[in-house]
């Protein structure tokens, strides 16, 4: 698909994404004091997504990198922490984590269109948080993505 090769291109900033998606990702710090980001801290990092009524209806592709200094967390509940009603991401290696969003009248009455998943910091430093995609099944030219950001953990 169209992602997979400018994924590990500089060109890749320059796509547009299409205008019928929306994409935004959000960090939050759900464990650790003060409002820092710092080892030890536990994350909640969440996909909110929509779709235009006329945006092709179906499945469309979630993946996100974990940034450097982060650890995915396969066992949320073992923190005290709640999934819910947000669609769940997966750890499909290398640092990818992946999901699903459907785009249909049926789903919109089921979802709250977001997903989520939980990190664990384990390294200090500045690290960068790669944009999030999300992409078509049907038509990979279909997609939207997130901004290029910096995460920045101290002790």
Sequence with gaps: SIINYYVVND???????DKRLTLKKSITKTKGEGSDIK????????????FKTEAPEGCYNLTDHIPSGLTYIDNPSSYGLIIGNHGYMYDSGNNIVKGCAYHSDWWRRYSNNSSIYYVKVSAVGKYVNEP??????IDPTIFQKTSEEFINISK
């Design 132 to 137: 999030s995609i999300m992409q078509s099944t």
């Design 11 to 17: 060109e890749f900033n320059k796509l547009e994404g």
């Design 39 to 50: 080892l030890g801290d536990i994350l909640q990092i969440k996909l909110d997504y929509d």
